[in-house]
């Protein structure tokens, strides 16, 4: 701690949003931070793509954009435009031009879901050129070497049109995410919720055994997300089978017959 100015130091790491690794994601994204390598990050639904995210841009002290990417999202709202301000028409710049100029991480998350121009846009980026050309306003913006892509998926729900053409996918080094092993997973429960981690063990089982569901009766399993959010209601007074009902069956379909049968499977896993 440095006393001469007056002023605590603080340790990047110890102030990033808790993040518990399940391998070596964290050093590789490091590692591609230092050499300026694109990154992209395959996973299911709430399994802690975001979160690793905003952890890694807390640990290396860098400013993150954000960007939820959906069915209308296009170049320009990523790029920018010019927008009435006053009578005056007036440059406004998006996202990913604020990250490139401030030499800040960007994270497209859920980036298939986007319209075709945005990966367009960010091809100049993924390769060693590293540019942004903007040409409604004639500028071509350099990254600076602390600016970072990262984008991610979720193959789950990949189709036919609805997917990373090879020639984007080739632009950036992946790492795939899933769950993690119940063990971390209790305790990643205990952590966020507040919750005993003997009290969270259970429910990571429920989760478990939904899970082995996808692909039949379900889309997708019950995430960490959705186990923190049961935990959360039981640490604060709600029963814990009306907390699995609202927190890990409900969510996860609409189909009276599913449901009940989600039901008896967690009954089984409870024991």
Request: charged residues 25%; hydrophobic residues 40%.
């Amino acid at each position: 701690m440095s006393q001469a100015s007056g002023a605590l130091a603080i340790d990047p790491e110890a102030a990033a949003p808790y993040y518990a690794p399940s391998g070596a994601e964290c050093e590789l994204f490091e590692h591609a931070y230092r050499n300026q390598l694109p990154m992209l990050l395959k996973g299911p639904t709430g399994c802690g793509k975001t979160r690793f995210v905003a952890h890694m841009a807390a640990r290396l002290g860098r400013p993150l954009y954000t960007v939820a990417c959906h069915d209308d999202l296009t170049a320009a709202d990523l790029t920018g435009r010019y927008l009435l301000k006053g009578g005056d028409t007036v440059w406004t710049d998006g996202p990913l031009t604020r990250a490139v100029r401030e030499g800040a991480i960007l994270y497209l998350d859920e980036v298939v879901e986007a319209r075709k121009d945005v990966t367009v846009v960010l091809h100049p980026l993924t390769d060693d050129r590293r540019i942004l050309p903007l040409e409604r306003t004639g500028e071509t913006l350099e990254a600076p070497d602390s600016f970072m892509l990262v984008v991610s998926y979720n193959p789950g729900y990949q189709n036919v049109l609805k997917s990373l053409k090879p020639s984007t996918r080739q632009r950036f080094i992946a790492v795939e995410f899933d769950y993690p092993e119940p063990e971390v997973e209790a305790g990643i429960v205990a952590r966020e919720s507040g919750l005993a981690p003997d009290r969270c063990t259970p429910l990571v089982r429920v989760a478990g055994a939904l899970r082995e569901l996808r692909g039949q009766d379900l889309e997708e399993g019950a995430s960490t997300r959705l186990l923190v959010y049961c935990a959360t209601l039981i640490r604060d007074g709600v029963k814990p089978a009306t907390a699995i009902r609202a927190a890990l069956i409900e969510p996860l379909t609409d189909d009276p017959d599913v449901r009940e049968g989600l039901i008896r499977v967690a009954d089984i896993a409870l024991g």
